[in-house]
């Protein structure tokens, strides 16, 4: 590598005061977008301080989405934000959790890693963290490494992180700065935006060591002039570094947001780094997208048939969150204005009356999920949207729920089942993988199912061929099951076709019928939803939103 090409090291770590969930992983994705724009390269790590040693052991209600990277591992919804608002893939390195790191340094101990000292949680966990920063920086080549800290400072879990922080910063104190994404209530009674709650938060950063760099104030309005400079003088961050980030319509218009604050030239300046000359906007391309975000005036509706929401709608839209972003991209693209409604499998089981409302939809989707509550309620709606030739998207249990329908009512397979569900069942034309089998038997559940990018080869002339315009793909999977061989032909006999299979031919990748039957019947074994980039929409859901519009009444 060239001498002026070398990483310049710099490390952004982002935390949260107040209280969470108030943006704080799509500001850290923001930040590495405004710092990318001014042609930099980025990437950006998540800690979440739980014990899980990854997302995948929680349920999608407690959790929200578990985002799958490409090389196998079950992340949190930030990583899939990054991934998006970056552009890159992120590997497992940079996600980590309590667990994750415990786990590494017993795994070390045993080993004589530590070559007969004594280990302890000072100064060995945050060594591990710092090392895994630092491997992330290195694999990215990274001139800036945006570390998105889970949780609120001065929760107890959050410690051990912090202390890391310190550390880095101690042995490097140019190359590293933190921000504090903090939130400024504005009480109903009192009317006045207040800013003592992140004065606190400051306070407490400051007794783990920690002296932030930036504040980006979170509210529902702007900060305004008076308040930018209480929050500096009582937080000892220079004015222009407290950066007002109100509420937006779009999460997209985050970073360009920021960069009215004039943030990424603060950072830059913060980090001793001298801005690259640039004859074109970085941001060009995405401030297009922007303005495609909101001037689509002609709508493409959508239905989702899902179960993670219990606990509300506010709920659903975390668990399907790359789901519901892929539909957007599409839908921006195609010059439409996406219309996502959120409606329950269960109430299809009960109410038969209700299928009729799906003619109000151009289309319809169902993503991934487990278990068997809903499911009849889904296989109605599958046959229902089969029947009306309403487009359908089926997404690994959507698609594999597809080939039940079909086998139930077109093979007239009674019970035709998956595994997963009736073990019993005479026809298991989803059955368990053979790789899955000892896990299940053994209990082995965390991180075990067949998971990351693998390839498939698509048949020419099928609506999957068509929409990819190549044979050969790579998508990011999550499951144990499969469609059963032993049914394929027959399936196929009656009509499915099994357009996408692995290279080795024994599994089958995407189903569908073709566009004489219906104008778009389709699920794919895998997640499509996690390549899908704002800039870059996914060309099965785009296929998909094309056929929804064309059903336009
Ligand atoms: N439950 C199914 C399986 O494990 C589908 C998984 C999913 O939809 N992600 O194969």
């Given at each position: 590598m060239k001498k002026d090409n070398k990483p310049l090291n710099k490390y952004i770590f982002v935390v949260g005061g107040v209280m969470s969930s108030v943006g704080k992983g799509i500001a850290a994705a923001s930040v590495g977008k405004i710092l990318q724009a001014k042609g930099y390269r980025v990437t950006a790590l998540k800690i979440d301080?739980?014990?899980?040693?990854?997302?995948?052991?929680?349920n999608p209600t407690e959790h929200g989405e578990v985002f799958v990277t490409k090389d196998g591992d079950e992340t949190d919804q930030d990583i899939g934000n990054y991934e998006r608002f970056l552009d890159i893939d992120i590997t497992k390195i940079n996600y980590m959790t309590t667990g994750r790191v415990y786990l590494s340094v017993i795994e070390k101990e045993r080993s004589m890693y530590y070559k007969g000292k004594c280990v302890e949680v000072v100064p060995h966990v945050p060594f591990e963290i710092i090392d895994r920063i630092n491997t992330a920086a290195k694999n990215a080549q990274a001139d800036f490494t945006i570390v998105e800290i889970g949780g609120t400072v001065g929760e107890y879990q959050s410690m051990l992180f912090l202390e890391a922080v310190r550390m880095l910063k101690t042995k490097n104190p140019k190359d590293v700065i933190t921000m504090m994404v903090s939130y400024l209530p504005i009480p109903s009674k009192v009317g006045e935006m207040k800013t003592k709650p992140t004065q606190y938060a400051v306070r407490t950063l400051n007794s783990a060591g920690i002296f932030p760099n930036f504040l980006l104030c979170r509210a529902e309005r702007s900060l305004d002039e008076v308040r930018k400079e209480k929050l500096a003088l009582s937080c000892n961050i220079s004015v222009e570094n407290i950066i007002s980030a109100p509420d937006v319509?779009?999460?997209?218009?985050i970073p360009l947001n920021f960069e009215k604050e004039g943030l990424s030239s603060a950072i830059l300046k913060e980090l001793g780094v001298k801005e690259k000359k640039q004859?074109?906007?970085?941001l060009l391309e995405w401030k297009n997208f922007v303005k495609k975000t909101k001037s689509n005036t002609k709508q493409v509706k959508i239905a989702i048939i899902g179960k993670y929401f219990e606990t509300g709608d506010f709920v659903l839209a975390d668990s399907y969150l790359s789901v519901i972003e892929a539909l957007k991209y599409s839908a921006y693209a195609t010059g439409r204005h996406p219309v996502l409604t959120w409606m329950n499998a269960l109430d299809f089981e009960s109410n038969p009356k209700k299928l009729e409302d799906l003619k109000k939809y151009d289309g319809v989707l169902i993503p991934g999920g487990f278990g068997s509550r809903g499911i009849e309620g889904k296989l109605n709606v599958i046959e229902y949207v089969r029947k009306n030739k309403i487009p359908y998207f089926g997404i690994c249990y959507g698609m594999q729920l597809m080939v039940i329908e079909y086998a139930r009512n077109i093979l007239k397979l009674e019970g035709a089942n998956t595994r997963e569900i009736d073990p019993k069942s005479k026809h298991l034309v989803v059955d368990v993988m053979e790789s899955q089998k000892e896990n299940i038997e053994k209990g082995k559940?965390?991180?075990?199912?067949?998971?990351g990018a693998y390839d498939a080869k698509l048949k020419k002339g099928s609506i999957a061929y068509t929409a990819y315009g190549q044979e050969n793909i790579s998508e990011r999977h999550r499951h144990r099951y499969e469609v059963n061989n032993e049914y394929v032909e027959r399936l196929e006999n009656a009509?499915?076709?099994?357009?996408g299979k692995s290279p080795s031919g024994d599994l089958c990748e995407i189903a569908e019928l073709p566009k004489k039957e219906h104008p778009f019947f389709l699920g794919a074994q895998f997640h499509p939803e996690f390549l899908a980039r704002p800039l870059r929409p996914h060309p099965l859901f785009t296929s998909f939103i094309q056929a929804s519009i064309k059903n336009q009444k």
């Open positions: 301080p739980y014990i899980n040693v990854d997302a995948g052991t929680m319509d779009s999460i997209y218009d004859n074109k906007d970085g559940y965390g991180g075990s199912m067949r998971l009509g499915l076709i099994f357009s």
